[in-house]
Structures are given as structure tokens and as C-alpha cells.
């Protein structure tokens, strides 16, 4: 069984860094052709991909985001880690961390979400 | 990379079908088989619902199908039922090697 959960602080100040921790089970970060994407979605509105790093550590970053973003993975661990620099209350959202499959293309187990609040 | 294209909404009555368009460009949807669907229920993580254009994944039910044709794709639900209402997102892959997801589409079963 596939499963994956995010973890990380649920209220941040304008201007600090944010981490959030994915912590997965079922799969292997090791296994050809996998990857870990962290998705978000602000209230109300719609799901904004973020980044995506591969078993092979190759990473992908939103363009519009790149520069603010920072992808890691521990194998050993079984976790994935992603930073977002610079905070601002428009980034406010409930962040995912889902499954990808490079041979389809798609995101096919997610966690459960959390919502991270960034406020002064 | 712009966000793909859906109807902000769509509505259909129990038993009938409906369709939700996803357009992009010949750099995303148009250029390659890697169009997917998430299905999201209020509160809920997004589900897949289809993958490469018109795959399901096991468990998936058959009254969900997938198509493409040029830079748009579309997911069609047959058989309407009350389970279906969700918000529902269309994800492509694009020439920059990354995917990019459309704007979502509220589907209100009457």
C-alpha cells in the first residue's frame, strides 16, 4: 500500500523560509523512473504544480517559482524535502506531495495535504 | 508556462453525461499523450482518473474516458451519479519538461 504524508510548520511569517517534509511508504525512490512532485493549492482556487525530483536525483522546478524553490530527497529515509524562500501571505495554500510516474506522466497516490498559513 | 484551459463549470442531471474540456497548445496537450484527470471532493486529495489521454487506473469506474483531439482534451462522464460532483483537473506534460495543470472545472450534478 502506497502512502504518503506531508509534514512541516502550519503557520509561517511573511519573508521566512518554509520546509516541508514528505514522508512516504509503499515505493522506492531508488526504483527507475519515480518521483516525488509537491503540488499546492491556495482556498478556493486551483492546483499549482511546484517541483518534482526523480530516483535518478534529476529535479524539475516550476518556472514561475524556480528561484524560491529547493527539492531534495533521502533515499534511506524514505522523505522528500522541499523549500520555499521568501514567504508571502499569497502563498498560502494547502501544499501535496503526490507520486509520479515518469512512463505516464501522472500523479497517481497524493498525501493527504497541509495547509501552511503565512502571517504575521 | 500558462495553466491549461477548463470551463470554470458544468452541470448535468443523474443518468446523463457531460464533458469537461481541457485546452492547451501544440507545447503541452497538442504534443504529447501525457494528458491526466484528478478528480478533488471537497477537502479531499486529488484523485487520478485517467492517465495518458484515456487510460484508467485500476479501480477507476468505466463511466470515466478520456479523449484528444488537436490541443484540447476532454473527460467525459456517462451515467451521471450524485458521487461525481468534485472539482475535476486536467494535468499535461510540456515541452519544458515539466506539467502543468488547467484552472479546474466544478461539475454540479442537478
Known amino acids: 500500500q502506497i502512502t504518503l504524508k506531508e509534514s512541516g510548520p502550519t503557520l509561517v511569517k511573511p519573508t521566512q523560509t518554509l520546509t516541508l517534509t514528505c514522508t512516504f511508504s509503499?515505493?522506492?525512490?531508488?526504483?527507475?523512473?519515480?518521483?516525488v512532485g509537491w503540488i499546492r493549492q491556495p482556498p478556493g482556487k486551483a492546483l499549482e504544480w511546484l517541483a518534482l525530483?526523480?530516483?535518478?536525483?534529476?529535479?524539475r522546478y516550476s518556472p514561475s517559482l524556480k528561484s524560491r524553490l529547493t527539492i531534495t530527497k533521502d533515499t534511506s529515509k524514505n522523505q522528500v524535502v522541499l523549500t520555499m524562500t521568501n514567504m508571502d501571505p499569497v502563498d498560502t495554500a494547502t501544499y501535496y506531495c503526490?507520486?509520479?510516474?515518469?512512463?505516464?506522466?501522472?500523479?497517481?497516490?497524493w498525501g493527504q495535504g497541509t495547509l501552511v498559513t503565512v502571517s504575521s | 508556462q500558462s495553466a491549461l484551459t477548463q470551463p470554470a463549470s458544468v452541470s448535468g442531471s443523474p443518468g446523463q453525461s457531460i464533458t469537461i474540456s481541457c485546452t492547451g497548445t501544440?507545447?503541452?496537450?497538442?504534443?504529447?499523450?501525457?494528458v491526466s484527470w484528478y478528480q478533488q471532493h471537497p477537502g479531499k486529495a486529488p484523485k487520478l482518473m485517467i492517465y495518458?489521454?484515456?487510460n484508467r487506473p485500476s479501480g477507476v469506474s468505466n463511466r470515466f474516458s478520456g479523449s484528444k483531439s488537436g490541443n484540447t482534451a476532454s473527460l467525459t462522464i456517462s451515467g451521471l451519479q450524485a458521487e461525481d460532483e468534485a472539482d475535476y483537473y486536467c494535468?499535461?506534460?510540456?515541452?519544458?519538461?515539466?506539467?502543468?495543470f488547467g484552472g479546474g472545472t466544478k461539475l454540479t450534478v442537478l
Open positions: 503526490a507520486l509520479h510516474h515518469l512512463l505516464n506522466y501522472n500523479f497517481d497516490s
Open positions: 501544440s507545447s503541452d496537450v497538442g504534443g504529447y499523450n501525457y
Open positions: 495518458d489521454v484515456s
Open positions: 509503499g515505493f522506492s525512490l531508488s526504483t527507475s523512473g519515480v518521483g
Open positions: 494535468s499535461s506534460y510540456t515541452s519544458s519538461t515539466t506539467p502543468v
Open positions: 525530483i526523480y530516483w535518478d536525483d534529476d529535479k
